[in-house]
């Protein structure tokens, strides 16, 4: 059986031009706001994961099945259609925190957006937070 390869990896694609190539001009104005706040609450320069992703941090994590990888610890991204943000949090964690986000829509991995307007920054920064302490806790880096 072929070994499993990891899609999503860091790359050396540059940020701002990432954002500066979205089509949207308003999604392209939030992703330099999300930058902003995702790298002064992280405390990570933002860089980019497989081509659409901007991720913060990474940790690598190895599952019961053997399966392992490297990811960000959070990221987002400017999709066409809707923002994603992706956290790692215990579920309960989450929907306690996503009761005063404001206006999203929610998949297993994913919280998407329309636009920043939209949402509570101060519960953003502490779905951020939350997330990569639920993380450093989950997968201990050696």
């Not at 609450?41 to 990474?58: A, E």
């Not at 959070?74 to 790692?88: A, D, E, N, Q």
């Amino acid at each position: 059986m072929a070994k499993y390869e990891q899609k999503m990896r860091e790359t050396d694609m540059d940020v701002n031009e990432f954002i500066e190539a979205v089509e949207s001009p308003k999604k392209r104005e939030d992703a330099h706001k999300l930058l902003k706040i995702f790298e002064d609450t992280t405390g990570y320069k933002g860089k980019m994961w497989g081509p659409s992703i901007i991720g913060f941090g990474s940790y690598h994590y190895k599952y019961a099945s053997g399966h392992e990888g490297d990811a960000p610890l959070v990221g987002f991204s400017p999709r066409k259609s809707k923002i994603s943000l992706y956290f790692t949090l215990d579920e309960q964690e989450r929907e306690k925190l996503l009761e005063n986000f404001g206006k999203h829509t929610k998949g297993k991995a994913c919280v998407y957006i329309n636009k920043l307007e939209d949402i509570d920054i101060g519960v953003l920064k502490k779905l951020i937070l939350h997330s990569i302490e639920y993380i450093q806790k989950t997968y201990p880096q050696r």
